[in-house]
């Protein structure tokens, strides 16, 4: 597909959902999944920022369709589902990056979008413990499992955050923990291993609770030691008095002495718990051990409401209010419309014979002109030339005649691969125009489904409202069960033509034939707000190879609308030439 229509919108989002075999539907204002289709919002493709939001989201979004359980039951607990989904987030990425290598780029883009924003990125020392563990795990894993290297020097910084908030003991079993993560091969083992950190916390945090209990245990004894202490020291005071007054001079001098001695110590002593002192101090300031054992406690203890938003619903949320702040009509013309159901009663089955028996001669007719075209160009035929591999036996008595034309040459078929889409406007002006329009789309599709690689698909717009469309014909109907669908189409509301061509060019787009053709069905120009969008919209199938052709019911189409490539009839017998010359000049160019 040519560059022009490669980065529109709903084309490339239903292309990337076909391509990670997920469903893809750009429309509303809403970014999200239910766990079988991405919803995307419209934006502005022309913003950098907004595509890559967007690309990255979808990747995200496909992979979580793609890989993860959302069934499991996380017992209520606040920790347990975001741990989880933190680390399946990790898990589902690495894993849509190995099978589509493209969408690692997607996802890296958005990562290094979101740091320069200063969005994404190594936790604060002043943030609270939950913040510390979800954006240190967000930064180091994503650096180090996903090499998202906009995350390096945050992942760095994580660490050192988490060391001043958490034991030591702790990360280093952490650490081991994960570890694992690049080898989670599902959504059940990424729950056993939020299980395995939890525990780990809750293990750590008793033990700090058994040694509380023990310490003042500890403290109780120590008191009753002091006391006996004390008694013994006032026994030894009374006895050296006594033995004091008993001494001579000499005596003094010794005493002097052992006075003299005793400052030494004293001194020391003092010295040493200046120094204990201060080292206790510098400890404290590192590692403050009751200020980690209540970063356990609260994150054990953590609701929704501590965790901070995660990481692509804060992109889904930014995605959301970008589509909300474009106009009505912007958004009208770059979202897929979606699908109505037609509704067939007994009446239009009755209406559909008579539809088929009169649209039956004319079609037939047409067939053979446009099959008898096609099988004269794409007919295989032998030629006879001097040169060649395969000699024709029945040529040889010409080399009597001096005749060297003996070899059998077969020539180049023409094979024909291309698809049709026809887009039948039924908006409120239509309503005198219905029955020939009817006439017109049965017999174009029961004229060329019988011409061998041509396939055939049909829709009508509005649909129940604007932004929807109804389908009549997907190549596999049967004609009858076609007619009865025209039939139970009635006409309504506006020309709302923008989003039927978005609906056209979406089918045509899933389809690999070599030459594909519009044919827009209408009376007129579309509703104002969609005349800019649909004249961009046809230039850009032009220049994507798409063929995109106006055939007017009793009304000439303004010439600016489909670039001067416009058809008009004004009964059913008028289509088999004008629809001949145009199959000729097309089909077989």
């Known amino acids: 597909m040519a560059p022009v229509l490669q980065r529109a919108l709903p084309i490339v989002g239903s292309a990337l959902g076909r391509k990670m075999g997920v469903r893809v539907e750009v429309s509303g204002r809403k970014a999200c999944t239910d766990g079988e289709c991405i919803w995307i919002p ?24 793609r890989y993860t359980d959302f069934y499991l039951d996380y017992e209520g607990s606040a920790l347990r589902r975001r741990l989880t989904n933190l680390l399946e987030d990790i898990r589902i990425e690495k894993a849509i990056s ?81 570890d694992k993560v690049p080898d989670l091969k599902s959504t059940k083992e990424t729950l056993n291993l939020a299980d395995q950190i939890i525990a780990l916390f809750q293990n750590l945090s008793n033990e700090n609770s058994e040694s509380e209990d023990s310490g003042e245990e500890g403290a109780d004894k120590t008191e009753n030691s002091s006391g006996d202490q004390e008694s013994h020291s006032q026994h030894c005071e009374t006895q050296d008095q006594e033995d004091k007054s008993d001494s001579v001079s000499g005596d003094g001098l010794e005493s002097d002495s052992v006075e003299g001695k005793g400052e030494n110590p004293e001194n020391l002593s003092g010295s040493d718990n200046q120094t204990v002192s201060e080292n206790g101090d510098a400890s404290e300031k590192a590692e403050d051990p009751l200020s980690q054992k209540d970063s356990l406690k609260q994150i054990l203890e953590s609701s929704d409401f501590d965790w901070p938003e995660d990481l692509f619903e804060s992109v889904a949320g930014e995605l959301e209010s970008w589509s909300s702040g474009q106009s009505a009509g912007f ?32 079609s037939a007719q047409l067939a053979a002109q446009l099959t008898g075209l096609v099988q004269a160009k794409t007919l295989t035929r032998d030629r006879i030339g001097k040169r060649g591999i395969r000699i024709e036996g029945k ?53 060329l489904k019988p011409i061998k690689g041509v396939s055939v698909t ?18 596999k109907e049967a004609d009858l069960g076609v007619a009865e669908i025209l039939s139970a189409l009635d006409s309504h509301d506006s020309t709302p033509m923008a989003s039927g061509l978005w609906h ?24 104002i707000d969609h005349h800019d969008a649909v004249v961009d919209l046809v230039k850009r199938c032009r220049c994507s190879g798409i063929d995109v052709v106006g055939l007017g019911i009793n009304i000439q189409l303004p010439e600016e609308l489909f670039q001067k490539k416009s058809l008009m009839i004004e009964q059913l017998g008028e289509l088999k030439n004008r629809l001949f010359r145009l199959t000729r000049d097309w089909l077989l160019c």
């Not at 056209?504 to 509703?527: F, Y």
């Open 42 to 65: 419209a934006f502005d493709p022309q913003r950098r920022e907004q595509e890559a939001l967007c690309w990255g989201f979808l990747c995200h979004e496909a992979a979580h369709v």
């Open 458 to 475: 049909a829709s009508a717009y509005p649909g129940t409202v604007a932004e929807r469309v109804y389908p009549i014909a997907s190549g």
């Open 395 to 447: 040529r040889l008595h010409r080399i009597a005649l001096d005749d060297g034309r003996l070899f059998k040459r077969r020539s180049e078929s023409i094979e024909i691969n291309a698809t049709v889409h026809i887009s039948l406007d039924i908006s409120a002006s239509m309503a005198s125009r219905m029955p020939l329009a009817r006439e017109a789309v049965l017999a174009l599709i029961m004229a």
């Open 504 to 527: 056209t060019v979406h089918q045509i787009c899933q389809s690999n034939a070599e030459r594909r053709l519009i044919l827009m069905i209408t009376d007129g120009a579309p509703d």
């Open 331 to 362: 958004s009208a013309v770059t979202t897929t419309p979606m699908v109505d159901e037609v509704v067939i009663s007994g009446e239009d089955r009755e209406a559909a014979k008579d539809l088929l028996w009169k649209v039956k001669s004319e």
């Open 98 to 178: 190995q099978e589509y290598p493209g969408a690692a780029f997607s996802l890296a883009e958005v990562v290094r979008q979101l740091v320069a924003e200063g969005r994404l990125g190594a936790p604060k020392k002043s943030d609270p413990p939950v913040k510390v563990l979800n954006d240190s795990l967000l930064a180091i894993l994503r650096f180090e499992v996903l090499g998202q290297k906009a995350l390096e020097q945050e992942a760095v910084k994580a660490r050192e955050v988490m060391k001043d908030c958490f034991p030591r003991q702790l990360l280093d079993l952490l650490h081991g923990l994960l």
